[in-house]
Every structure is written in C-alpha cells, then in structure tokens.
C-alpha cells in the first residue's frame, strides 16, 4: 500500500539520550515535514525538505536535526538538547499544498 | 505569514445535531485553506480544501464549508452529527505560491453526545 510510515509508533527513552524516528515514504513526494503536536497547541513544524540533500528549519527546530539521503526517507533525530522531547510527532509529504500524514510516532522521556 | 484561529477547543453536539466548528484566518494574499481530521492515536486525514475554485467545498464524510472572504472565515459543518465524527479537527493555510507551508490552528476537540 502506498502511503507514509512511520516508526516506531511508541517509544521510551531515559533523559540524555538520543533518538531517531524514522518515515519512509512510497508516493514519490517530493516535499517531507516532521510535525510536533502537543495538547492545545495544534501542529508545530520542526524541520522540511523539499528535495533531496536539502532540508530548513521550521518554527521548533532547536534540539532536532534531521537528513534526507534518499527521496524516501526523511529520520528526525530527537537529541539529548531538546529540552522537552516527549509528545507526538508526525510525519507528513506533499505534492503540491496536500499533506499526507503517518501513523505518528510518540515519544515519552523517563 | 498567514495564520488560523479556531474558536473553541471544545464543541459537544448531541447525535444528529449540526456540527458547527469555526476557523478564522489571517493572510496578505489570496489564501487556500484546509480541514483536517485526526481520530486518537493516529495521523490526520484531509477532509476538504479551499482553492479558490468554489466558495462552498464539500469533503468527505457529510462535511462542508463556505469561504467568506468578507467574514475571513472558513466554518466547518455538517447538517447531522454522527457518533463517528468524534474525533479533533484542524484547520490550515497556506499561501497562493505551489512550495508554501501549511500553518495549522490549535484544533478543535467535537464529542457527540448520545
């Protein structure tokens, strides 16, 4: 099926690690966004590609990093300098102005 | 930069009421504006968009919405609730230019009442 894939849908991580969630895509989308949602603060945009080895900061990037190797793949590091990494986090690409989302991954710091 | 309020973080309606959830936006330029629905757990999934083809947009899953450019509104309905529709809806906008990201409202939780 085609569609956007992210993983893991749950994880845990103890303060000061690192963490990497993946997105793979099969639409052939030019454009990838990893998205933050926290309660009552809607979607909040971390990093976006809109082409291969190319990649910009969106509102929230401070302790995030991300890279785009390949035109499927889109990871999104969350690093030990987020001050509050745990929520969820979504995955999106687009052809044009539609976003197509993943599944979400989230996130919880022990 | 464009920007989206919804009014309301919360709407209950009872089953087979009408569903009335409200989006503002603000935006120097021609906007294109969307409604996106997320169930728990899970991603969003876009129920209609605003291209400036039509002023009145229906989508999928009964739900409509009507442009108003005097009112710059943007308001989510559906004529009869259904305990299905239960879930957080977004509104967003973009610009008129193809590469413009999507800025997204704080959304809007709707609970059907039995």
């Known amino acids: 099926d085609g569609g956007i894939t992210q993983s893991p849908k749950y994880l845990f991580r103890k303060e000061g690690q690192n963490v990497t969630l993946s997105c793979e895509q099969n639409?052939?989308?030019?454009?990838m966004y990893w998205y933050r949602q926290d309660p009552g603060q809607g979607l909040r945009l971390i990093y976006y590609?809109?082409?291969?080895?190319?990649?910009q900061k969106g509102d929230i990037a401070e302790g995030y990093s991300v890279s785009r190797e390949k035109k499927e793949s889109f990871p999104l590091t969350v690093t030990s300098a987020q001050k509050n990494p745990t929520a969820f986090y979504l995955c999106?690409?687009?052809?044009?102005?539609?976003?197509?989302f993943g599944e979400g991954s989230r996130l919880t710091v022990l | 930069a464009q920007s989206v309020t919804q009014l309301g973080s919360h709407v209950s309606v009872s089953e087979g009421a009408l569903v009335l959830l409200r989006c503002n936006y603000s935006?120097?330029?021609?906007?294109?504006l969307f409604w996106y629905v997320q169930y728990p757990n899970q991603g969003l999934q876009l129920l209609l968009k605003?291209?400036?083809?039509?002023?009145l947009v229906k989508g999928i899953n009964g739900f409509e919405a009507e442009f108003k450019k005097s009112e710059t509104s943007f308001h989510l309905t559906k004529p009869s609730a259904h305990m299905s529709d239960a879930a957080e809806y977004f509104c967003?906008?973009?610009?008129?230019?193809?590469?413009?990201?999507?800025?997204f409202g704080t959304g809007t939780r709707l609970t059907i009442i039995p």
């Open positions: 999106a690409g687009s052809q044009g102005r539609e976003l197509f």
């Open positions: 639409l052939n989308h030019d454009a």
């Open positions: 935006s120097s330029v021609p906007p294109y």
């Open positions: 967003a906008v973009s610009g008129p230019l193809g590469n413009e990201k999507l800025t």
């Open positions: 605003y291209t400036s083809a039509a002023t």
């Open positions: 590609s809109q082409i291969v080895n190319d990649f």
